[in-house]
């Protein structure tokens, strides 16, 4: 029995996300949570023949909480996809100011109610709202850091789709062989790509420019997508088909399965919360104690992560993007803390 609830299931995200969780055979109970439709798109999926009980729930008005609250009501994993989108010119910072607001209140809510769920939080700007939710839950003296993820799998698929257009491979075949650390916004995204011998021959042989216009499309690729829309939002097809990619892990190790990937997705996490991971935040990462690593998942929580610096190989290059995303992190996790 495995009970899942959307935070802004309707929502450009939230609807694919729920198509894609409906099709899960894991999934006993899908509660769809918005404060708009949510009913109709509940019904609307519910008419797919798959085991999933899918119910919709929405506020009867502005103070109605017991909605939120029977949606996560007994439930093990809880994905937020609430918030407004980027606009052309926005950058995710940008959101903060709105989409902060309904992450603490939604986390509050999930403190009070799922203290055990886990929480993969996708609404933006990813490296500040983790950060709030964290804050909330220590208020609430709920915070399990093992059990909060932020969202950053859409920089690693990204990241998968562009080399393999470089290197003429097939995408698939780079599916846990490039890992993405850092943040999830601009220039705090860090793809390391030498991860395996094979790819590093052939990554070898890109020049200089290719390499850094790799780098700076997976850092970017966000607004190629936000220009195209044209003022319609950002990414939620390829958003949505990335959040499901890493809660299917999450369902995946809460059934027992162990991850078989040469290199397991990776998530923002609090450090500090994991063996080993204040280790890494004070040796290689000046404190910053909110960062993207690639992590191993037992029972529905994390179990260990990879240090990129001393498993995977960083060259000279990718450690200097690693300081600079420092920098723009520990701007962002301070903003975060601070807004709670
Ligand atoms: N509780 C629940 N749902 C909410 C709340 C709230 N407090 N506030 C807004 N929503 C819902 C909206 O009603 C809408 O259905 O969140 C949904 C957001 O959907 P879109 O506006 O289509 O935005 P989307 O493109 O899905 O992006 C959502 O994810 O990647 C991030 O940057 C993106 O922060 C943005 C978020």
Request: glycine share 10%; aromatic share 6%.
């Amino acid at each position: 029995m495995v009970k899942v609830t959307v935070c802004g299931a309707a929502g450009g995200i939230g609807q694919p996300l729920s198509l894609l969780l409906k099709l899960n055979p894991q999934v006993t109970e899908l509660a769809l949570f918005d404060i708009v439709n949510a009913k109709g798109v509940a019904a609307d999926l519910s008419h797919i023949n798959t085991p999933a009980v899918v119910t919709g729930y929405q506020p009867a008005n502005k103070e109605d909480k017991t909605a939120v609250v029977e949606s996560l009501r007994g439930t093990d994993l809880v994905i937020i996809p609430a918030g407004v989108p980027r606009k052309p010119g926005m950058t995710r910072a940008d959101l903060f100011n709105i989409n902060a607001s309904i992450i603490r209140d939604l986390v509050a809510n999930i403190g009070r109610t799922a203290p055990n769920a886990a929480i993969l939080i996708i609404s933006n700007p990813v490296n500040s709202t983790v950060p709030i939710a964290a804050e909330v839950l220590k208020k609430l003296g709920v915070f399990n850091p093992k059990k909060l993820f932020g969202v950053t799998t859409l920089d690693s698929v990204r990241a998968e789709t562009f080399l393999a257009d470089l290197l003429n491979v097939s995408p698939g075949s780079l599916q846990g062989r490039i890992s993405v650390i850092g943040g999830h916004s601009g220039d705090t995204i860090v793809p390391l790509i030498n991860a395996s011998p094979e790819v590093a021959r052939k990554v070898s042989n890109l020049t200089t420019d290719q390499y850094n216009k790799f780098i700076n499309r997976v850092q970017y690729g966000g607004d190629e997508v936000v220009k195209a829309k044209n003022g319609a939002g950002s990414a939620t097809l390829s958003m949505a088909y990335a959040g499901y990619r890493f809660a299917e892990n999450v369902l995946a190790s809460l059934a027992g399965k162990e991850s078989t990937a040469a290199i397991p997705d990776s998530s923002y996490i609090y450090l500090p919360g994991i063996p080993g991971g204040k280790e890494l935040s004070t040796k290689y990462l000046k404190g910053v104690d909110f960062f993207s690593v690639p992590v191993v998942l037992e029972q529905g929580q994390i179990k260990s992560f990879i240090n990129p610096f001393e498993i995977l190989k960083v060259t000279e290059g990718e450690t200097k993007l690693v300081q600079v995303a420092l920098e723009g992190l520990a701007k962002s996790i301070d903003q975060g803390t601070a807004f709670v």
